[in-house]
């Protein structure tokens, strides 16, 4: 994605609703090439058009998540793809890196099946025949269009992977990885108990927050996707407890 879409993207993170007129002054680009961007934008889901001025694709949680910082989370996404070979196997949980990851496994890799929780990925990547993916039952959490619980537990049993990819709400060095939802991080929990190695991807910002309910202890984690800002104590924690910490 270009500088310019995702200048684009932030300014509405932040106004909400800007028209293409106000995009071009703001931008100094034509209104032909703002529209030729938006066309791009809404072609990926990521906003809607109306009446000459454009919105956040605001149907759900996931979108609004996608838009924001995402020129980083597209670069932690490039980063992590490199850890999958063509024909491998691999678990991804929900989240907006995760999507973004499975964009591009769809888009660079060959005969790669994904099992996920997410039928927000599921969705996302549909159109990319050269992807398989597997999508695990249970009880479905509407705004985050993922299913959780014992169902899913159960679901997730059937497989066995080398590599797994969640993202995070938090991190601190007492607790380790957190999240913001019970249901989802017991769901985490169950599936990473089926994968090798969990790859955490997740923006360094995280490294400055812990989410309200524990998700992983760092024991349990191989690597940490992240950007050149994650906070020096984090990374010298991380690497001190044998977590390969990779960086965009």
């Known amino acids: 994605m270009e500088i310019r879409q995702t200048k684009i993207l932030e300014l509405l ?18 209104q032909v090439t703002i529209r030729k961007d938006l066309d791009l934008l809404e072609k ?20 609004n998540r996608l838009a924001y910082h995402y020129d980083i989370k597209q670069k932690l996404a490039k980063l992590a793809c490199e850890l999958i070979e063509d024909g491998e196997t691999i678990m991804i949980e929900s989240g907006s890196c995760c999507a973004l990851l499975a964009q ?30 597997i999508l695990l039952g249970g009880e479905y959490q ?62 360094s910002s995280k490294f400055q927050q812990v989410g309200l309910v524990n998700l992983l202890p760092t024991d349990q984690v191989s690597y940490v996707v992240t950007d050149q800002q994650i906070p020096l104590d984090s990374e010298d924690y991380l690497q001190s407890q044998n977590i390969t910490v990779k960086k965009v």
């Open 142 to 203: 509407k705004e985050a269009q993922v299913c959780v619980g014992p169902m899913t537990r159960k679901c997730v049993e059937a497989f066995f992977v080398d590599k797994f990819f969640i993202g995070a709400d938090g991190f601190s060095k007492t607790s380790g990885f957190t999240g913001n939802d019970y249901m989802r991080s017991e769901t985490v929990r169950d599936m990473a108990k089926q994968a090798q190695h969990v790859i955490v991807i997740t923006e």
């Open 104 to 133: 591009e496994i769809a888009a660079s890799k060959k005969d790669v099946t994904i099992i996920s929780n997410s039928s927000f990925i599921a969705d996302y990547i549909r159109q990319y025949p050269q992807v398989r993916i």
């Open 13 to 30: 993170t932040e106004r909400k609703k800007v028209d293409v007129n106000e995009f071009s002054q703001l931008l100094k680009v034509s």
């Open 44 to 63: 990926k889901g990521l906003i809607i058009r109306a009446h000459g001025f454009a919105t956040l694709n605001g149907q759900d949680d996931m979108n």
